[in-house]
C-alpha cells in the first residue's frame, strides 16, 4: 500500500474548514430565534406581532364609538347627515362645516362673530336664516352653531359638534 504525503497546506486547509463550520454552528446557536436577528420567522413572533397590531385597532376603534354626546364626523373626511327637532341646537367646534339641505335653522353667534357663509362670502349673524345648500364655517369654538326653526331640519355635517336641546 502506497501510504499518502501529507502536506502542510492540505492540513492547514482541512483544520480551517473544521475550524469555520464550527464557527458557524456557535454563532447559529447564540442568536435568539424570533428575533430581529433571526433570519427565520418563527409562528410564535407572527402570532404576537398580530396580536400587537390587532391590540392597536381595537384601541383605535373603541377610541372613536359612536353615542358619544358630541359628534365627529371628521374619519375620513365624510359628511354626517344630522337631524334636528325644532328649538335643538347644533353646537359646532371651530373649522366644523354646516350644509343646510332641508328645513329652517338660523344662526347662533357668539360676541365675536358669527357664522362665515363661504358660498355667499357673507357673515351670518345671531337669528339670521341659514340658506339652504350653502357651506357654513364655523370659525372658532365659542358656541356658534345653528338652531332649529322646524322639526324637518337637516344638516350635512363634517367636524365635531354638540346637540342641546
Excluded: C, W
Excluded at 502536506?7 to 454563532?27: C, E, K, N, R, W
Excluded at 357663509?117 to 350653502?134: G, L, S, W, Y
Amino acid at each position: 500500500m502506497a501510504r499518502l504525503k501529507k502536506s502542510p497546506a492540505l492540513t492547514f486547509i482541512i483544520v480551517l474548514i473544521v475550524l469555520l463550520i464550527v464557527g458557524q454552528v456557535v454563532y447559529a446557536n447564540t442568536k435568539e430565534p424570533g428575533s430581529s436577528e433571526d433570519p427565520l420567522v418563527t409562528l410564535s413572533y407572527v402570532e404576537q406581532r398580530i396580536e400587537q397590531v390587532r391590540f392597536y385597532i381595537d384601541e383605535k376603534l373603541s377610541s372613536s364609538q359612536p353615542g358619544q354626546p358630541s359628534g365627529d364626523s371628521t374619519k375620513g373626511g365624510s359628511l354626517e347627515l344630522v337631524y334636528l327637532s325644532t328649538g335643538e341646537r347644533l353646537i359646532a367646534d371651530a373649522g366644523t362645516e354646516i350644509i343646510l339641505r332641508a328645513g329652517n335653522a338660523v344662526a347662533i353667534d357668539s360676541h365675536r362673530g358669527g357664522l362665515s357663509d363661504v358660498t355667499a362670502a357673507t357673515d351670518i349673524r345671531m337669528n339670521q336664516q341659514i340658506p339652504p345648500n350653502h357651506l357654513i364655517i364655523v370659525p372658532r369654538e365659542d358656541g356658534r352653531g345653528v338652531r332649529a326653526l322646524t322639526n324637518d331640519v337637516i344638516l350635512l355635517v363634517r367636524g365635531k359638534y354638540t346637540i342641546e336641546k
